[in-house]
């Protein structure tokens, strides 16, 4: 299977089974240019696992994943920094391993450093960061890497209030840049205020996909709702 040309990711009934029970259960969806996608859902939905399966991470033990040709990605994780590194040296490994040209490498960490906020803290160790500030770093690393699509796993987890605030803005901003998001939550306040279209998984399954919008006024399984009035957490 190739993801056609309006397709940048496409899953074909994919599933991930681990003792016997389907922690993915024949997921389908197709990712498309250019807009906030959420993956919305009550803890232990299996919403990490499903963006480790899109990323490659995880392989699928059926069905099938299609990136389209030439199209660069990348996925940033709850605890993916290197906390004894500086925030330079963090953009800088990472960099390297996708193949970045040396010459260039720490003009392109240090721009993603200003972008993000984090001029000040370039030679600090990561673990020395706030929580907010390891956050932004760890995007700041992936968005040097220059991806079309950045796969988010809930980022703003921890965080709180401003510091969820300041990394909603940033993950705004990447999308009026053009760089598409496919991010999971379980918060509907920041699903509300960022999604453009929701994929509500329950139970490894993908029971809804459909504009923000509608999901929000009438969800259209019982399941969605329950999670939505706070019943399903």
Same mark, same amino acid.
């Given at each position: 299977? !190739?993801? =056609?040309? =309006?397709?940048? #990711?496409? +899953?074909? =009934?994919?599933?991930? &089974?681990?003792?016997g029970r389907p922690l993915i259960d024949g997921v389908s969806f197709a990712l498309e240019h250019g807009s906030v996608v959420m993956l919305l859902g009550p803890n232990g939905a299996g919403k990490s696992l499903l963006l480790k399966i899109c990323h490659g991470l995880i392989d699928p033990d059926c069905g099938e994943r299609a990136w389209a040709r030439a199209t660069p990605h990348a996925y940033v994780s709850q605890t993916s920094l290197f906390l004894r590194r500086s925030a330079l040296a963090n953009v800088l490994h990472t960099l390297s391993l996708v193949g970045w040209p040396k010459l260039t490498r720490r003009r392109r960490a240090l721009r993603? +450093?200003? !972008?993000?906020?984090?001029?000040d803290f370039?030679?600090?160790?990561?673990?020395?960061?706030?929580?907010?500030?390891?956050?932004? +770093? @760890? &995007?700041?690393?992936?968005? @040097?890497?220059?991806?079309?699509?950045? #796969? #988010?796993d809930e980022p703003t987890a921890s965080l709180d209030p401003k510091a969820t605030k300041e990394v909603e803005?940033?993950?705004?901003? #990447?999308?009026r840049e053009g760089v598409t998001i496919l991010m999971s939550t379980h918060d509907i306040s920041q699903a509300r205020r960022l999604a453009e279209r929701i994929l509500f998984l329950h139970a490894g399954r993908l029971l809804e996909d459909t504009r923000a919008s509608l999901f929000f006024?009438?969800?259209?399984?019982?399941? @969605?709702?329950?999670?939505?009035?706070?019943?399903?957490?």
């Open positions: 299977m !190739k993801a =056609d040309v =309006d397709h940048l #990711l496409r +899953l074909a =009934d994919v599933s991930l &089974i681990r003792a993603a +450093l200003v !972008k993000f906020g984090l001029k370039i030679h600090h160790p990561a673990r020395r960061l706030s929580g907010g500030e390891q956050q932004k +770093l @760890a &995007i700041a690393r992936a968005w @040097a890497t220059n991806p079309t699509v950045l #796969l #988010l803005g940033q993950i705004a901003d #990447l999308r006024s009438g969800p259209s399984t019982t399941a @969605a709702r329950h999670f939505l009035d706070g019943v399903l957490q």
